[in-house]
């Protein structure tokens, strides 16, 4: 599988995360509320 070089996926990940909804840091739903939070998108 080829690599994407960075200088090419940046500016297409910023383009496509301009177009996702907001998330909380936490599940609002969960009874913990602060119980395991969200990994970031980028967290790789």
């Known amino acids: ?3 994407v070089p960075p ?3 940046n500016p ?3 383009q ?3 177009l996702l909804p907001e998330r ?3 599940d609002p739903s ?3 509320g ?3 939070p ?3 998108i980028n967290a790789t």
Do not use: S
Request: hydrophobic share 60%; net charge positive.
């Open 34 to 36: 602060c119980h395991r």
């Open 1 to 3: 599988m080829p690599v």
């Open 24 to 26: 909380p840091l936490v």
């Open 16 to 18: 496509f995360a301009a």
């Open 12 to 14: 297409l990940w910023d």
């Open 30 to 32: 969960h009874p913990l």
């Open 38 to 40: 969200r990994v970031g």
């Open 7 to 9: 200088w090419l996926m």
